[in-house]
């Protein structure tokens, strides 16, 4: 059984580990370039683009200058959140959505503002039909959420809000919801690529992905779609879609490693009636992909000692990774409020019933992950994060970290830098970490990561510690 999450200290007082809702609002807009969005807050909510542009994303059009900025905001105070704001409120949305590069605007709310109960909707609705593009309130359900519920709940408000109806479907194209587009760099390029290329090996047509760094055209496509394909980053909408279209959907894991990669394809394709390519696809997938192996487990990865931090839904590919390439995993940190933690247990992992599926296959499928961890940080303050980190260092208790940027800079362990935010490393290429392809690059990190570590640490220890 999973260790319950460390108590934190009641003295602690620093931030916790995590990115704010603000921040989430950002990043979805940063991965629809014709989207623009008011947020109705004090002018911080504005310099937290900074958290996404020029930091986590070199790609990022969020604040071109010249130009206006994709993410603005009221300029709220104390004083002005008691006034009636409807007329000041409609008069920036107007002026975004007249913008002529304006695909959809949205508009959310800090708490302070959120509490006064200002009518979105209907100042949305007066816009929208002024300016005849869309404009939506984004629904704001917790005072406490955090950066993925923010993407999400975007994502929600234009699969209730966009203008689609169901066409006419042609029975082999399919749409993905919940993809965590962060950035416009090669690692999500390469995701992306990765879905098409499953989806093409299927016989099916990616007809949209929510989101993709494309503008709010392509996500109009979904209208085209047969089937919705629900990933974590965004369930309601997913089924929001599945009901507005009348089509089916499938809640489907991140192909994240190769376990979770197998059951992805074959769930795809006994959902399409594609069942027999799904398993060729994987198949010759595992024979690209297996030999490959053969050195770095025994002679680099066998026994090693894992660490991750992070968004939860990549945790279960984290420990079927571990469990496939020899490693353990006694530390992982989940860098979220705990209901996305909860919420990446809610999808049971397993396989087509009553469908053939060869042994080898199968037991790859159904591997085994890592056992729990004995150290689990769920939503740490960041003290406490980096405190643990330190420790498990010192004590020469992990050898590799896999960690975004809230452990990247530990001292002592090796590290490979991954998902929301990545501060320090960069896609300049196409490079996965979604699918078959994505886990050999990830293992390839890994690899160097440790590698690299090793001989740093040789070399501080040949160096002189002083005087002769």
Not at 117 to 134: F, H, M, N, Q
Not at 278 to 290: G, H, I
Not at 312 to 327: D, K, S, T, V
Request: aromatic share 6%; charged share 20%.
């Amino acid at each position: 059984m999973p260790s319950e999450p460390l108590s934190c200290n009641d003295e602690d007082l620093s931030l916790r580990a995590t990115l704010p809702r603000s921040t989430g609002l950002s990043l979805a807009v940063n991965a629809i370039p014709d989207a623009y969005l008011l947020i109705d807050a004090p002018h911080c909510a504005y310099r937290r683009l900074a958290y996404v542009q020029g930091n986590h994303d070199l790609e990022s059009t969020l604040a071109l200058v010249p130009g206006v900025p994709r993410v603005t905001n009221t300029e709220l105070s104390p004083l002005k959140v008691i006034r009636n704001r409807d007329a000041e409120l409609k008069e920036a949305l107007t002026a975004l959505a007249s913008h002529p590069g304006a695909g959809v605007v949205l508009v959310d709310a800090v708490a302070m503002a959120l509490i006064t109960a200002s009518d979105y909707g209907r100042i949305c609705a007066s816009v929208s039909e002024e300016t005849a593009r869309p404009v939506l309130p984004v629904p704001h359900r917790s005072l406490t959420g955090d950066c993925l519920h923010a993407y999400a709940e975007v994502m929600e408000a234009l699969a209730a809000g966009l203008p689609i109806e169901k066409r006419s479907g042609a029975g082999h194209k399919i749409a993905i919801v919940g993809l965590l587009w962060d950035r416009n760099e090669g690692d999500l390029r390469g995701n992306l690529s990765e879905l098409q290329r499953i989806a093409a090996a299927l016989g099916l047509e990616l007809v949209a992905t929510w989101f993709s760094g494309h503008p709010t055209t392509d996500l109009l496509r979904v209208q085209e779609a047969d089937l919705v394909v629900s990933l974590p980053h965004g369930r309601r909408a997913a089924r929001e879609l599945s009901r507005r279209l009348g089509i089916p959907s499938i809640a489907a894991e991140l192909p994240f490693g190769v376990s979770s990669t197998i059951r992805f394809v074959l769930s795809i394709g006994a959902a399409t009636g594609r069942f027999e390519a799904a398993l060729a696809f994987v198949e010759r997938e595992l024979a690209e992909v297996l030999p490959r192996l053969k050195w770095v487990v025994p002679f680099a990865l066998l026994h090693r000692r894992l660490g991750y931090v992070g968004d939860p839904h990549l945790f279960r590919g984290m420990q079927e990774i571990a469990a496939l390439l020899g490693c353990t995993l006694p530390f992982a940190a989940f860098t979220n409020v705990p209901a996305h933690e909860r919420a990446s247990r809610e999808v049971t992992a397993g396989l087509p019933d009553g469908i053939p599926i060869p042994e080898d296959v199968c037991a790859l499928a159904m591997l085994e992950p890592a056992k729990a961890p004995d150290t689990r940080l769920v939503y740490p303050h960041a003290r406490e994060l980096n405190d643990t980190l330190q420790g498990l260092a010192r004590a020469r208790a992990l050898d590799l970290l896999v960690t975004n940027s809230f452990g990247f800079l530990t001292d002592g362990i090796a590290t490979v830098e991954l998902g929301f935010p990545s501060y320090h490393t960069h896609a300049l290429t196409d490079r996965p970490f979604l699918g078959m392809r994505g886990f050999l690059g990830l293992a390839e990190r890994m690899v160097n990561a440790l590698r690299a570590f090793e001989v740093r640490s040789a070399q501080e220890r040949s160096r002189p510690r002083g005087p002769a």
